[in-house]
């Protein structure tokens, strides 16, 4: 099983990226996935889920109205469309899954990770 994440880059505030995360050995469409970072000197942060149940996405507060998180069940690929970036924004992002449950904002169960990909936020 292997996750690749991509599309991270530099950015100004305000602006826009979408990150990709391809999944192979792995089929999307049957399992929740999701979305986190890591910002520099602070704890993991789960961003967004995605399943094909009931929640369908979820997401942290401080990216609600902003960031969507959608797939493509066909290309087994999981985005990530991050609009109005803030430098508080930047980290670097992963993509993980499965997530068999999330309690108090906090996704578990995640068995397979991508790489990540680093995004900056800054004039």
């Known amino acids: 099983v292997q996750l690749q994440a991509s599309g991270g880059g530099l950015v100004p505030p305000g602006g826009s990226l979408r990150l990709s995360c391809t999944l192979s050995?792995?089929?999307?469409?049957?399992?929740?996935v999701g979305w986190f970072r890591r910002a520099p000197g602070k704890e993991r942060e789960e961003v967004a889920y995605?399943?094909?149940?009931?929640?369908?996405?979820l997401y942290a507060d401080s990216v609600k109205g902003r960031f969507t998180a959608y797939g493509d069940n066909g290309e087994n690929t999981l985005y990530l469309q991050m609009n109005d970036l803030k430098p508080e924004d930047t980290a670097v992002y992963y993509c993980?899954?499965?997530?068999?449950?999330?309690?108090?904002?906090?996704?578990?169960?995640?068995?397979?990770w991508g790489k990540g990909t680093l995004v900056t936020v800054s004039s």
């Open positions: 993980a899954a499965p997530i068999s449950a999330i309690v108090g904002g906090t996704y578990y169960g995640m068995k397979y």
């Open positions: 995605i399943s094909n149940s009931t929640p369908r996405t």
């Open positions: 050995g792995f089929t999307l469409a049957d399992h929740a």
